[in-house]
């Protein structure tokens, strides 16, 4: 059983910035894809930004140049750096990870973290 947990969301004004981070309990990122998804209510799940275990990095067409992903294999950890918020981005955001090529139906999920961004 691998256990992600997330942290970091919360209330913040348009244009302001929040940074995510994933712990997972259990030495994973390693051998693990990494990603970060986010849900909005009434709205499909979508996959916001991913990062390899060789460090290759892609991210959503709406978030890229705003958003960063990055990790740190000896904190076993994954942040996702959020900037110039916008209310869109609004969602819960889901740490989550994925043994293998490419990021289709990741293995294990986090519980998620509220970000809401309003005046």
């Known amino acids: 059983q691998v256990q992600l947990v997330e942290s970091g969301g919360g209330l913040v004004q348009p244009g302001g910035s929040l940074r995510l981070s994933c712990t997972a309990a259990?030495?994973?990122?390693?051998?693990?894809?990494m990603g970060w998804y986010r849900q909005a209510p009434g709205k499909q799940r979508e996959l916001v930004a991913s990062?390899?275990?060789?460090?290759?990095?892609n991210y959503l067409d709406s978030v890229r140049g705003r958003f960063t992903i990055s990790g740190s294999n000896a904190k076993n950890m994954v942040y996702l750096q959020m900037n110039s918020l916008k209310p869109e981005d609004t969602a819960v955001y889901y740490c989550a990870a994925k043994y293998g090529l490419g990021f289709s139906r990741p293995d294990y999920w986090g519980q998620g973290t509220q970000v809401t961004v309003s005046s």
């Open positions: 990062i390899t275990t060789g460090n290759s990095t």
């Open positions: 259990g030495r994973i990122f390693s051998i693990y894809n």
